[in-house]
């Protein structure tokens, strides 16, 4: 995945955006950032705007997926990109566009109109056209995601772009209109002019059920997360599978939808077909290509509200006549430093390595905290200067190198700016997430969750949890933030992982888990005893019972009636059940072990109906005549095995040991010798039947 905007992160946890799209990654630990002492947190919406800088006296951050900002009591913030202020306003749970207009609020609360406030104060019209054409996807059902490109590219237009103005969309050279296709053309559009400005009528209609929503006191829905996955490498022709995570704090996802789009998330005019689009997992052929092409495949997911998330994931397609598969290349962004307000910091990536190419470098600031000016951000080697914050703060930079076909890998490093006197920040340690043992489950069954075993070398920090699921059919978990959630194994026709992530914290540092419940398909159980194996007498009528509904033929179960009538078969005798019985006599290794021992004519004795045997010739095999009847079918050997004058080493023999004790009843049964087998054989117990294929 790629990293869209800077940190979304305000004091201690971050959030980056990935693929282009106008949500976050499913790193995201809560839907919004972790609250210092004696700070709230509050959030801007047109829809959620995500990508500002967020500005108090006492704190600095980046809106979040939900437009979330810190703030203290009675502080006032401002909103900006980069040089460029949107406004400012008295910090609140929720600001809309119209707080950061000043006047605009208290005319609207006043009792003047809706319309009459947006004619009188054009800067609230004009904002929201700004950043919804800034949008990455122009999709505001998922939010407003500012692309970092935005921040990049106006220091030339900063002092230029008045909000206030009537005219500032007015025509192709006015400074707004270029700043905007300066972006998006940096984003990968082609064209861009007038016509790609958010109409004043749409971004009225956005502002106007903002409002209402607000005014109405129900809680603003927060926006589902989505998980496309990790950027993949593959040749055309091969079969490509895309696997999401979809996760919604407040209620459930009730669509899930994949699509194959540009880089920014928009839907191509001629894409490839998705199999199962709709669905956690998807898959496509990949298509045939005269180069090595990337494509980008967005992964969207809609909750209970109508709010959706979406991620994006890059497919690298390589041509069969390019060279061998590429390999990913390797970031390593140094190790973790502590240093001293005012220093120089070197950020090192030389270690970082490509086995089959050459790389490219990109550091980019992605924590809390002041921001930092890098210098040779795009070399292995950048340096910035440490700032003087009041207290010890804790800079995240991430490293992402890319090689000469696409293919790239990240790596973060932290760096602690130590204030002296004040030990908070080095001394805390991080915690230690344990997501516990891999499970192996059966469907149906209640699956807990074990996170208890995590810890923090510090005892007295106080840690919160945060389970999402990351593989597998979707399930809910009951109490997710809780350290033992639990959800119900859902049904599967074969073997099926699921895989969970544990994120823990402690309020300033945290720690991922990973684990695996493996979920079989839950066999066939009977009431009265287990189906591998019964003991027919013990079993009895409740065994029957539980039996009857198997559906054998009547005949097969009038037969088994018949011929069995060894007294400790009895139980079974007058069931319907008699039928599986049947089964278990006429199949797989019993029937082996009673056409072995019978001989080539045993086949159909041991298995008539699959034979074809007709009925009269069943029935005379269990009338009074059965001595005359078995003379068709046995051999003069055969009978003589089971007379009475036979030897322990005769062919009888044998049915006195293991498997051969199963067969025995039958084989009594048919010969009518059970008095003579009896005579040379030892006192057996009561026979085990295994019944094939349960």
């Not at 990109?81 to 008295?90: D, E, F, K, Q, V």
């Not at 609020?105 to 929201?128: C, E, H, Q, T, W």
């Not at 696409?406 to 230690?432: F, I, W």
Request: net charge negative.
């Amino acid at each position: 995945m790629r990293i869209l905007t800077p940190a979304i992160l305000l004091v201690a946890v971050f959030i980056t955006a990935c693929g282009g799209s106008s949500t976050s990654s499913s790193g995201r630990a809560n839907n919004s950032p972790t609250v210092p002492a004696e700070a709230s947190s509050g959030r801007l919406i047109d829809s959620p705007v995500m990508g500002l800088k967020a500005t108090t006296r006492t704190l600095s951050g980046f809106t979040d997926i939900d437009g979330g900002f810190l703030y203290r009591e009675a502080e006032t913030v401002n909103f900006s990109i980069a040089g460029l202020s949107l406004g400012s306003s008295t910090a609140a749970p929720i600001l809309t566009l119209l707080d950061l207009v000043p006047g605009a609020r208290a005319d609207y609360s006043a009792g003047m109109s809706f319309d009459d406030v947006l004619a009188k104060y054009p800067a609230i019209v004009n904002i929201a056209r700004f950043l919804q054409s800034l949008d990455v996807d122009r999709n505001t059902a998922n939010g407003i995601a500012i692309p970092e490109e935005a921040a990049q590219l106006i220091t030339t237009y900063a002092n230029e772009i008045q909000f206030a103005v009537s005219d500032l969309f007015v025509s192709e050279d006015s400074p707004a209109v270029k700043y905007i296709c300066e972006v998006q053309q940096a984003r990968g559009r082609a064209n861009c002019g007038l016509a790609d400005i958010v109409s004043v009528a749409a971004a009225t209609e956005e502002l106007s059920e903002t409002e209402a929503a607000v005014a109405s006191g129900a809680a603003l829905n927060r926006l589902p997360v989505a998980s496309a996955g990790d950027d993949q490498t593959l040749v055309e022709g091969e079969t490509v599978i895309l696997t999401g995570v979809a996760g919604d704090d407040e209620g459930g996802i009730v669509a899930m939808q994949w699509q194959h789009t540009d880089r920014n998330g928009i839907a191509k005019s001629n894409p490839v077909q998705i199999t199962d689009a709709n669905k956690v997992e998807a898959s496509f052929v990949a298509p045939e290509v005269v180069a090595d092409t990337i494509l980008y495949f967005s992964f969207t997911v809609t909750d209970d509200q109508g709010g959706q998330g979406s991620d994006i994931v890059n497919v690298l397609v390589l041509d069969n006549d390019s060279a061998p598969v590429n390999q990913k290349p390797v970031a390593v962004a140094g190790d973790d430093q502590i240093v001293s307000p005012g220093a120089t910091v070197i950020l090192d990536g030389s270690a970082s390595s490509d086995a089959d190419g050459e790389i490219s470098y990109n550091w980019l600031q992605t924590g809390d905290g002041e921001r930092v000016g890098i210098v040779n951000g795009g070399q292995a080697v950048a340096s910035f200067t440490a700032p003087s914050p009041a207290e010890t703060v804790n800079l995240q930079f991430t490293l992402t190198v890319s090689d000469d076909q696409g293919a790239s890998d990240s790596a973060v490093v932290s760096v602690l700016v130590k204030v002296e006197g004040d030990t908070g920040g080095e001394s805390n340690q991080p915690p230690v997430a344990d997501a516990g043992a891999d499970q192996n489950v059966e469907s149906g069954s209640v699956v807990s969750l074990d996170g208890s075993a995590s810890s923090d070398p510090d005892a007295s920090d106080e840690l919160s949890y945060s389970w999402s699921q990351d593989g597998g059919p979707v399930v809910t978990l009951d109490n997710q933030n809780s350290a033992q959630p639990s959800f119900t194994a859902p049904d599967v026709d074969d073997v099926t992982a699921l895989n969970f992530i544990l994120v823990i914290s402690d309020a300033e540092l945290s720690d991922s888990d990973g684990v695996t419940i493996t979920v079989t398909p839950k066999p066939e159980t009977f009431s009265a005893c287990q189906p591998s194996s019964f003991d027919a007498q013990s079993c009895g009528n409740d065994f029957c019972a539980s039996l009857a509904a198997e559906g054998v033929t009547e005949q097969c179960a009038a037969f088994v009636g018949d011929i069995v009538n060894n007294e400790n078969l009895a139980a079974l005798q007058d069931c319907a059940a008699d039928a599986l019985a049947c089964a278990a006599f006429l199949q797989g290794a019993l029937f082996e072990q009673c056409q072995s021992y019978l001989g080539e004519n045993g086949s159909q004795l041991c298995d008539p109906f699959a034979q074809g045997l007709s009925i009269e010739v069943v029935e005379c095999l269990t009338s009074d005549e059965n001595d005359a009847c078995l003379a068709q079918f046995l051999s003069d050997n055969d009978v003589a095995a089971c007379s009475p004058d036979a030897l322990p080493d005769s062919p009888c023999w044998p049915f006195a040991t293991e498997a051969g004790e199963a067969c025995l009843p039958f084989q009594q049964a048919l010969t009518g010798a059970e008095q003579a087998c009896n005579a040379t054989l030892p006192t057996a117990p009561l026979p085990t039947m295994t019944v094939p294929g349960m």
